[in-house]
């Protein structure tokens, strides 16, 4: 956002590695600190959501520390450099204010402000900058 990266509390990928019907590789890192198995980089540029990358971690080794990250965005999408959201519709939560409570798991963590974007269709229709008291 604005040249800056920020976490994003959305899984806007989630529907559509479903409907590709989409799994992680036997030798894939799923950690605590990453249960879905990928991290998505995201892209908001002219009012519009964009997929620029999905990554994975990968291990040769039975020690499951000992990983590389692996893009699979030319698995999913062969020949895109970025990827027009079109099929994402709902919300997307950016924390981008100061963490005031700790949840160790998903995204329970609360911070005093966020950004909300609001997509159809890929399309960002709103844009909220919020407090998160």
């Known amino acids: 956002m604005k040249g800056k990266e920020f976490a994003l509390n959305t899984n806007p990928l ?3 590695l479903q409907k590709k019907q989409w799994t992680p590789p036997a030798n894939a890192v799923i950690t605590s600190a990453n249960w879905r198995g990928y991290l998505a980089t995201w892209e908001i540029k002219d009012g519009r959501l964009f997929l620029k990358d999905v990554t994975i971690g990968v291990s040769d080794s039975k020690n499951r520390r000992d990983y590389v990250r692996k893009s699979i965005t030319q698995e999913l999408y062969p020949g895109a450099t970025e990827v027009f959201a079109d ?13 005031t409570r700790y949840v160790h798991m998903g995204y329970g963590s609360s911070f005093d402000h ?5 997509v159809h269709a890929g399309k960002v229709v709103e844009h909220l900058s919020m407090t998160g008291a």
């Not at 099929?87 to 963490?99: C, F």
């Not at 966020?114 to 609001?118: A, I, L």
């Open 87 to 99: 099929w994402y519709t709902g919300a997307l939560i950016v924390p981008d204010g100061k963490m």
């Open 14 to 16: 989630e529907a559509e």
């Open 114 to 118: 966020y950004q909300v974007f609001r």
